[in-house]
């Protein structure tokens, strides 16, 4: 079992950046894929990227491609969120979650483990 804890949300002016980060607790955390996903109200969870248990995987959704950037440091139990070029309509609630052996999954239906999330404003 893993506990996920998100920071580093906030509010960033249209063009700038933030760094979202994941921490999980446990000794096996290295063992877990980890996805990203956000939420506006009164619209579903959508996926953001994911990156493999191993890190070597990572995968994007087409409308962060090139802007966003999944990292992981598994001796700080910690994955990372670079996001650059943010845009009024990445404004959400983001959430990381965690899969055992994960190559790198894109359904939320396919994680087991949820962070509470962190919310980013992007005021245009």
């Known amino acids: 079992q893993v506990q996920l804890v998100e920071s580093g949300g906030g509010l960033v002016q249209a063009g700038g950046s933030l760094r979202l980060s994941c921490a999980g607790s446990?000794?096996?955390?290295?063992?877990?894929?980890i996805g990203w996903f956000r939420q506006v109200p009164g619209k579903e969870r959508e996926f953001v990227a994911t990156i493999s248990w191993s890190g070597i995987r990572t995968s994007y959704a087409d409308s962060v491609k090139g802007r966003f950037t999944i990292s992981r440091d598994n001796a700080k139990n910690t994955v990372y969120l670079q996001m650059d070029s943010l845009k009024p309509e990445d404004t959400a609630v983001y959430y990381c979650a965690a899969d055992r052996y994960s190559s790198g999954k894109e359904l939320e239906s396919e994680y087991a483990y949820w962070g509470q999330g962190t919310q980013v404003t992007v005021s245009s």
């Open positions: 446990g000794r096996t955390f290295s063992n877990y894929g």
